[in-house]
């Protein structure tokens, strides 16, 4: 999915030291687990009898064959429908390196959903992407950063 990042001006002196580092992983960790919950709450309401029309015939020939053998459900119902792979429950945080974290989804259709490729359907009944996720959270995310790494930094002297 959709990778984006904050820059935190100053966090190379909480980063030159070991116990910095170990703190800055924490804090890093612990950002990442709070998109990851920002991403799980961010569904909006199911769309009630809003259809989403076939773009191709392919497309509605392979809708109606898969509806036969039982792969796709109508109504469709979130978490619960064969085909459904649970995109709540798929969101993951990784620690990818000392200053990078990964928030994802494993899903074959997140992409389409809330990703960079996001169908128009989903924009139109209000599904927002991860970039948007995270815009609209990374003020909050880098204040507890910068709080974290100016009170590791100031408590230095001290122990």
Request: net charge positive; glycine share 8%.
């Amino acid at each position: 999915m959709t990778q984006a990042s904050i820059h935190i001006d100053g966090i190379e002196e909480l980063l030159a030291t070991l116990d910095g580092q170990r703190i800055f992983k924490t804090v890093l960790l612990a950002a990442g687990q709070t998109m990851e919950g920002h991403a799980r709450n961010a569904y909006p309401p199911a769309p009630v009898g809003r259809k989403q029309p076939f773009k191709t015939d392919k497309q509605r020939r392979g809708f109606f064959a898969k509806l036969r053998s039982g792969e796709i459900q109508v109504p469709y119902q979130r978490g619960s429908s064969p085909g459904s792979e649970a995109l709540n429950k798929r969101w993951t945080t990784k620690l990818e390196s000392d200053t990078q974290v990964v928030v994802g989804n494993n899903t074959s259709y997140g992409e389409l959903v809330m990703g960079d490729k996001q169908a128009a359907f989903h924009r139109d009944t209000g599904w927002k992407t991860i970039q948007t996720i995270v815009d609209d959270n990374k003020p909050a995310i880098e204040e507890e950063i910068k709080k974290v790494a100016d009170l590791f930094l100031s408590s230095r002297g001290k122990l």
